[in-house]
């Protein structure tokens, strides 16, 4: 799979060129640092599936046509510097850009978004808001603060959640995960689910009432 990135902050460049590469991703990324480079593609654009844009003046519609009219149809993940208008991201929006992430932001949240708009995961690391991760092979929750570690039924549920996410998670679909079909009540995984919250940082684990349970991870 290849993306376009244009950014003129090459740290920034090489940073995100890093954590994919951490996250075990095959991802070719094509670097540019000035709209030029946007352009000599003109003839490549529907190759790439996904185009990460730094623009200077990102209201202007030129560029999002340039890049649909020749034939680029992939989803554009906007970088936005500081703005002062919190009401230019209605604008953004309005343009056809299918995401927006300000500056200044931990690369982490750059990758999450990526595995969103691709519908691509990872089967052992999986991001939430915030700069916030779950490593299920070190069975790790990863905080800015420190690192929570997790049981193996623990991080068997998280990554169940994570997987079928947005989607509800069944109580029959945990059994099979985690218990592999072991005969078990309902009891169990309401107390397997609690611990789990109780772990875990934030609240994104929903009960669905008569149903299962629900990953919430929107950024």
């Known amino acids: 799979m290849k993306i376009f990135i244009l950014e003129h902050d090459r740290v920034l460049q090489e940073e995100i060129d890093i954590c994919l590469n951490n996250c075990r991703l095959h991802i070719t990324i094509k670097k540019a640092y000035d709209k030029q480079a946007l352009f000599d593609e003109a003839t490549s654009l529907d190759e790439y599936a996904l185009f990460v844009l730094n623009l200077k003046n990102p209201t202007d519609a030129r560029t999002i046509d340039f890049i649909r009219d020749n034939g680029g149809y992939a989803p554009i993940l906007l970088i936005v510097e500081p703005m002062e208008d919190a009401m230019m991201l209605k604008t953004l929006y309005y343009l056809g850009y299918n995401d927006v992430i300000l500056k200044p932001f931990p690369v982490e949240e750059m990758v999450f978004r990526i595995y969103k708009l691709c519908d691509i995961w990872n089967n052992d690391v999986f991001f939430l808001r915030n700069g916030m991760y779950f490593d299920f092979k ?68 929903k009960t669905i009432n008569g149903k299962g349970y629900q990953m919430i991870v929107s950024s």
């Open 138 to 205: 070190q069975g790790m929750f990863i905080t800015k603060e420190e690192p929570i570690l997790l049981g193996r039924k623990e991080s068997l549920l998280l990554k169940c959640l994570f997987l079928k996410s947005p989607h509800i998670v069944t109580w029959d679909e945990i059994n099979a995960f985690v218990y592999h079909n072991e005969v078990i009540t309902q009891e169990r995984i309401r107390a397997l689910i609690k611990q789990l919250r109780d772990k875990l940082p934030l609240k994104c684990i």
